[in-house]
């Protein structure tokens, strides 16, 4: 569950809607990242995630939107990497095996207005 401090936090504005509580977000998701496992040597989970980040700022201005979500599995490795890039793991309760879903909600200086 979302608590109100942080609704207000992705949705920019409010956590309520007409005296309704907000529990969901537009996002452009991400899903997961991967890479094959011939060509580590060439191309590192950063370089990928730096390339991935790019494109969805380059959109995001037709797409509009604060928030990127992705999926991980719980390996402490790939959420370090996301989180150094600004990631949060979303507080929940997830089943064994369950990916964790990790959100980002872009900084004002890193949304690309229309001109």
């Given at each position: 569950?979302?608590?109100?401090?942080?609704?207000?936090?992705?949705?920019?504005?409010?956590?309520?809607?007409?005296?309704?509580?907000?529990?969901?977000?537009?996002?452009?998701?991400?899903?997961?990242?991967?890479?094959?496992?011939?060509?580590?040597?060439?191309?590192?989970?950063?370089?990928?995630?730096?390339?991935?980040?790019?494109?969805?700022?380059?959109?995001?201005?037709?797409?509009?939107?604060?928030?990127?979500?992705?999926?991980?599995?719980?390996?402490?490795?790939?959420?370090?990497?996301?989180?150094?890039?600004?990631?949060?793991?979303?507080?929940?309760?997830?089943?064994?095996?369950?990916l964790?879903?990790?959100?980002?909600?872009?900084?004002?200086?890193?949304?690309?207005e229309?001109?």
């Amino acid at each position: 569950m979302i608590s109100g401090r942080k609704a207000k936090f992705y949705d920019g504005f409010s956590s309520k809607i007409n005296g309704v509580k907000i529990t969901e977000f537009p996002a452009i998701l991400i899903g997961q990242l991967g890479k094959n496992e011939m060509y580590a040597d060439l191309i590192s989970g950063t370089e990928i995630l730096e390339y991935c980040l790019a494109k969805i700022l380059e959109g995001q201005a037709r797409l509009g939107g604060r928030i990127i979500m992705l999926e991980c599995k719980d390996v402490p490795y790939l959420i370090n990497l996301y989180e150094k890039f600004g990631f949060d793991v979303l507080d929940k309760d997830y089943e064994e095996g369950e990916l964790l879903q990790m959100l980002k909600v872009l900084e004002e200086d890193e949304i690309i207005e229309i001109e």
